[in-house]
């Protein structure tokens, strides 16, 4: 990498602001954000970094920070932490709400609402307040399609669009296990989406898809699709708490830095998953945060992939997560 120093025609410094920077996801997310990984090998960012207003996460803070700094990083240009939200989301072009409870053994993402939903509220505020006009915000914060839904009702002077929620772990998920059952590369797995909620009821699709450019449903027949691939998919992060005793982390911040990468520099005409509020494609009633197949053009803009015809079976899937998002919006009336 160029040195900034000597570096011809750097961008200039992005903000970008990470909250709940202490935790699990965010010690894997940050050093990743300050390598470049995000917005390229050409832009400075500056951290800010929120934490809740007590001494164990600002002890565990600094430590981090302290990590961050021996890193050298040649493109991190400042580090700012904050217990206060107005502060944090000073300026900032990109966020990323991770702060938030995980579940534990036993409960769904959904049980998350109460605890989590209230801190939607209050993050959406401050956005509104103080951070940049075009800020890009992504929440991983579970349950993260209803936490989006609440964050920008809160924020009523940025445009919906740019509140999105992160399904692309899901994608993730899904490739992985092609590639795995065909014995082909990742990258070879092309057109896999995810629609929904982030939860149990997702529909991973890949009627579409292709592998190596043949059809997926060539390669792996409709048993294991059904009895193996759904429930791996829509089960895997239950399944990793049960193995780690804790929720993802690498794998979540890395979805995380593959979802805000390509919302930022565009995915090559490729289809990617975000949840993003619906306008009303395929029936999904409009302003739900919704998982969707989408083309991020390359100006920091996405499209939801219109006029797919969707099979009697995923029609059936896609609306039974839209019901489970509409009753939680519904428990979250009072929070809006
Ligand atoms: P964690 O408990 O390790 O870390 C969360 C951090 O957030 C803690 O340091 C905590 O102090 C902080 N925090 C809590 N409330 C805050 C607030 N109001 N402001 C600022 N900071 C606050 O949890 P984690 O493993 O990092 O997971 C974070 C969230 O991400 C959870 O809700 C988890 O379920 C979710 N998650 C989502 C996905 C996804 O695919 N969408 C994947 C993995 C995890
Ligand atoms: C995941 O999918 O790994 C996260 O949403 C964490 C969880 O609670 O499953």
Known sequence: MTCPANHPKLNPTVRVTVTGAAGNIGYSLLFRLASGAVFGPDTPVQLQLLERDNPNSAKVLKGVCMELFDCAFPLLTGIKTTSDPKEAFDGAKAVFLVGAAPRGAGQTRADLITTNGPIFKTQGEAINAAADRNVKV???????????????????????KNFTAMMRLDQNRSIAQLAAKTGKPVCSVQGAAVWGNHSKTMYADIERCTIAGVPAFDLVDQDWYHDFFLPTVADRGTAIIQARGKSSAASAASAAIDHMHDWWLGSNGRIVTMA??????????????????????????YEIVKGIELSKEGKERLEKSVKQLEEEAEHVKALI
Request: glycine share 14%.
């Open 138 to 160: 992504l929440v991983v914060g579970n349950p993260c399609n209803t936490n989006a839904y609440i964050c920008y009702h809160h924020a009523p002077d940025i445009a919906r």
């Open 276 to 301: 993003v509020p619906s306008d009303g494609s395929y029936g999904v009633p409009e302003g739900l945060v919704c998982g969707f197949p989408v083309i991020c053009t390359g100006n920091g803009e």
